[in-house]
């Protein structure tokens, strides 16, 4: 069964300043999606940025950008010039490509920005 | 265009009651998922409907079940509510089965006292 693993269960980073959240991940599929989604307090959850494992190439969205080792199955988040609204909890998430594949979500990060 | 919505908002049911939670669909989307977060966790995965038809069930008992209508909301209902099954439900729409992106809606809070 797949499983993922989110690590830091907290973390802060000042203002501006680059943050990194780990995310490591179990398949033995060698074609599927992984997700960073972010959840606001008391809001949506959104997608914040989405890596197919074809790709070689690491996904980038604006601030956002994942590190993806296939290999070590293992994908990070790194969010360049921390802004206060970065605050939230961040989930990584693995889902296959088949149809009847299931999204499965890590515990999650809490990031706090540092003022 | 229309995002997801869930109704309602907070729910405070009784252990051993029935409860019904809806979701309507963003505009164009034909699937809806159902997820159960527990506080401090990520999403479960419950459930999935497109087109009317369950589309891959998560580890969660019988007594949870939904259904989807021909405009493509969607409801979750619980029997037999157990104190275990306070959470937030979220959830989610997408174009498809395969739609990797998925909206989720703002989620519904239910407490089993």
């Known amino acids: 069964a797949q499983t993922v693993t989110q690590s830091q269960p907290e973390m802060s980073v000042q203002e501006a300043e680059t943050v990194t959240l780990s995310c490591t991940y179990d398949?033995?599929?060698?074609?599927?999606?992984l997700f960073w989604y972010k959840q606001p307090p008391s809001r949506q959850m959104i997608l914040v940025i989405r890596?197919?494992?074809?790709?070689?190439q690491n996904a980038t969205e604006n601030r956002f950008s994942v590190n993806f080792q296939k290999a070590a199955k293992s994908f990070s988040l790194k969010i360049s010039d921390s802004q206060l609204g970065d605050a939230a909890m961040y989930f990584c998430?693995?889902?296959?490509?088949?149809?009847?594949?299931?999204?499965?979500f890590g515990k999650g990060t809490r990031l706090h920005i540092l003022p | 265009e229309t995002g997801v919505t869930q109704s309602p908002t907070h729910l405070i049911k009784t252990r051993g009651q029935q409860v019904t939670l809806r979701c309507s669909s963003q505009?164009?989307?034909?699937?809806v998922s159902w997820y159960q977060q527990a506080l401090g966790q990520g999403p479960q995965f419950i459930f999935q409907?497109?087109?009317?038809?369950?589309?891959g069930r998560g580890n969660f008992p019988p007594r949870f079940s939904g259904l989807q209508f021909p405009n493509y909301s969607s409801e979750l209902n619980v029997n037999a509510l157990e104190l275990d099954d306070s959470a937030l439900y979220l959830c989610?729409?997408?174009?498809?089965?395969?739609?990797?992106?998925?909206?989720f809606g703002p989620g519904t809070r239910l407490t089993v006292t």
């Open positions: 989610a729409s997408s174009s498809g089965p395969l739609g990797y992106e998925q909206y």
């Open positions: 398949t033995s599929e060698s074609d599927y999606y």
């Open positions: 890596q197919e494992a074809y790709k070689q």
């Open positions: 998430a693995y889902r296959g490509r088949n149809r009847d594949d299931k999204i499965i």
């Open positions: 505009s164009g989307h034909n699937t």
């Open positions: 409907y497109y087109r009317e038809e369950e589309n």
